[in-house]
């Protein structure tokens, strides 16, 4: 039988009672039959009564006394209930057929709610199954890999998705010479293909796993198209005009991050040095974070300076600049510029083409802008000094 939505001949007379409505039958005593032949199929009676409905399953096609009775097929039948088949048409063309007072049927919509098919669980082979025509081949031309996914726990399974002369092809199973392997349970997968789990907290706590090309797997969301679960409920359109909003104000960063500001129109870094521990802060604020005293002292410091953190970021965060989403991984540095010792860093961007060549202890200097404005732009990126 062809399901509709998940309907089936069973569900549907299984929710009969729940649905009644009494009030809708008021003064209605019949017996209306139902054989159905086909897979799915099978022979019911219902009996509304005294403002009651009762549904039996028979085990066998002795109706005994109906009032009426319908005769059809189990796939004709579910498309009436669902309303993908007229019921009109479907009496027209023979395949629904009616003995007894054909009336009764005629009020039967009136005796019911709406008949609701029920919601079919998504599984992770749902959604594998929907890779081939999600891939987009335009966004690595001539790519030839292997994405293999093994879900663990209740619905899980192995599958390998192969791209291949610009087509995506699926086969049960994993394969040894796998270009990423994903390893996650199925619950979880499911969860972060239809947003419901983050994938740094997945990632980060060890619940999915990533084995292979770790460059290609950042590049795994661009590949194929957002996952749309099915039966979706319409969403409401959004229309978004992105534009730079030029607000005619200005905001002040105070004296201490001013002085630092107009250090970095002359390609100076600046700190400011406590009076009583000696620190040196960067970037400068106005109260040591550990004396608490006023601290108004500035030195130069740097630009050269040494790597002392080094992190590969792959949560694909926003530019709180721009708005923009930042190109993954990307890599965050604390750098302890000439002139500071112990955990005096300041924080920078890494050079993207310097990320996986850059280790703690390496040598960087900032990059500046072609201009420098005083502004937090001033300095692009770190890069290594080779």
């Not at 081949?137 to 879900?151: M, N, R, S, T």
């Not at 870094?269 to 604020?285: D, F, T, W, Y």
Request: charged share 25%; glycine share 10%; aromatic share 8%.
């Amino acid at each position: 039988m062809a399901e509709y939505f998940g309907t089936t001949v069973n569900h549907i007379f299984e929710t009969q009672n729940e649905r009644f409505r009494p009030e809708g039958a008021v003064g209605m005593n019949v017996v209306v039959a139902y054989d159905i032949a086909g897979h799915g199929g099978g022979q019911w009676k219902l009996t509304v009564k005294d403002g009651t409905c009762q549904t039996e399953k028979l085990s066998d096609p002795d109706f005994g006394e109906f009032t009426a009775k319908m005769v059809t097929d189990a796939e004709t039948f579910a498309g009436v209930t669902v309303g993908q088949i007229d019921g009109m048409e479907a009496f027209s063309s023979g395949k629904l057929k009616v003995e007894g007072d054909m009336t009764i049927l005629m009020k039967l919509p009136q005796m019911f709610m709406k008949y609701t098919p029920p919601k079919k669980a998504l599984t992770a082979a749902d959604i594998i199954s929907s890779m081939p025509e999600r891939f987009r081949p335009d966004v690595i031309p001539g790519l030839e890999a292997k994405f293999c996914y093994d879900f663990s726990g209740k619905d899980g399974g192995q599958w390998t998705a192969i791209v291949k002369d610009g087509k995506c092809t699926l086969q049960e199973g994993l394969v040894d010479d796998a270009t990423v392997t994903n390893i996650v349970s199925a619950k979880d997968y499911v969860d972060l293909m239809t947003g419901k789990l983050d994938p740094l907290v997945a990632f980060g706590g060890g619940r999915l796993r990533l084995t292979g090309d770790m460059e290609l797997a950042q590049k795994l969301p661009k590949l194929f198209a957002k996952f749309v679960p099915p039966q979706a409920e319409a969403q409401e359109e959004l229309i978004v005009l992105k534009q730079v909003i030029s607000v005619d104000q200005k905001y002040s960063t105070g004296p201490v991050m001013g002085k630092f500001f107009a250090g970095l129109r002359e390609k100076k870094i600046l700190a400011n040095v406590c009076p009583e521990c000696g620190r040196k802060q960067l970037p400068p604020r106005e109260v040591c974070a550990v004396c608490r005293c006023r601290v108004s002292e500035f030195v130069e410091v740097g630009p050269e300076g040494a790597i002392s953190l080094l992190e590969h970021v792959y949560y694909a965060s926003p530019d709180p600049l721009t708005g923009d989403t930042r190109e993954t991984p990307y890599g965050t540095i604390h750098i302890l510029l000439d002139g500071c010792q112990g955990k005096e860093t300041m924080w920078h961007n890494l050079k993207p083409e310097d990320l996986n060549r850059a280790k703690k202890g390496s040598r960087v200097r900032p990059v500046w802008a072609d201009k420098p404005e005083g502004r937090v732009r001033d300095i692009k990126y770190y890069e290594l000094v080779d």
